[in-house]
């Protein structure tokens, strides 16, 4: 059965706590190298995989982008950055 | 700056609650259509997204992929299943 993967992640103008949090631990982990850990930034969002039955027909597409659009984010602090819908497009 | 996008996803064989919970509220919501939802399984996870500083260098992504397997995801219960290091492989 096809996989679809929508990735959701926190709107850009937005502080990221976690993301902070771990930008911070690679920097503390990474001291010993001079040039630290070389990331200057982590952002972190969610990915999720939707198993479909049957084909992923024009009429899925559009389902699947509302349900990303209504269900799978908060449209006021996320943003629905990328829908996959794998190599079949029959 | 590029950035690198980590993908991290809880194992196949463990339960996914958080999914279960978000399959069940797409299919009670599309009750109304006959086929229902169509989505028979949504497994949910982690997307990093790294913005680094400089090129991507071959040290930069081995030290990338040894964050993502001790850092960013728990291999107990994750697996790390793509690492994009954009198109900016120079």
Do not use: C, H, W, Y
């Not at 096809?2 to 926190?10: F, L, S, W």
């Not at 850009?12 to 630290?36: F, H, I, Y």
């Not at 992923?56 to 819908?85: K, P």
Request: a negative charge.
């Amino acid at each position: 059965m096809p996989t679809i993967v929508v990735d959701v992640m926190p709107k850009a103008e937005l502080l990221d706590p976690q993301g902070k949090a771990v930008t911070g631990a690679l920097n503390r982990l990474s001291s010993s190298r001079e040039s630290g850990s070389g990331i200057s930034e982590v952002r972190i969002g969610k990915r999720f995989e939707l198993t479909v039955e049957g084909p992923v027909t024009e009429e899925l597409r559009e389902r699947v982008r509302e349900i990303a659009a209504d269900i799978l984010s908060n449209s006021v602090i996320e943003d629905v950055v990328n829908i996959d819908f794998g190599d079949d497009a029959s």
